[in-house]
């Protein structure tokens, strides 16, 4: 399980663009291991293109919906969707769930 939740953050910050460190790497994956799944990534231009990691705010997963028509998300339920895919980051509970099932009929 540990290296599906670090390949999800570590592909969510190559495909930003994303600067990271291991120390944020590691901050994300202890907060999904204490059941937080979704999260708003903020960041800041730090050269043309490449952003900076800044801030990191744990959002209840079961508030995040993604709107496929107009590719945008929404934290609140479906109220408003602002939020883009590259400061959205899910980790799929289905596949958590089927990874922990596997280790449990091994």
């Known amino acids: 399980m540990r290296k ?15 600067i990271y460190t291991d120390d944020i790497i590691n901050q994300i994956e202890a907060e999904v291991y204490k059941g ?14 490449i ?15 993604y709107n496929d028509k107009y590719e945008i998300y929404s934290y609140d339920g479906g109220k408003t969707y ?10 799929d509970l289905k596949v958590i769930r089927n990874i922990k099932l596997n280790d449990l009929l091994k």
């Open 4 to 18: 599906y939740i670090r390949n999800c953050i570590i592909r969510f910050f190559n495909d930003g663009n994303i």
């Open 51 to 65: 952003y900076e990691f800044k801030l990191l705010k744990p959002l209840y997963y079961k508030n995040v919906l």
């Open 82 to 91: 602002k939020y883009s895919k590259y400061e959205t980051l899910l980790i």
């Open 36 to 49: 937080v799944y979704a999260f708003q990534v903020i960041y800041e231009e730090a050269d043309m293109n």
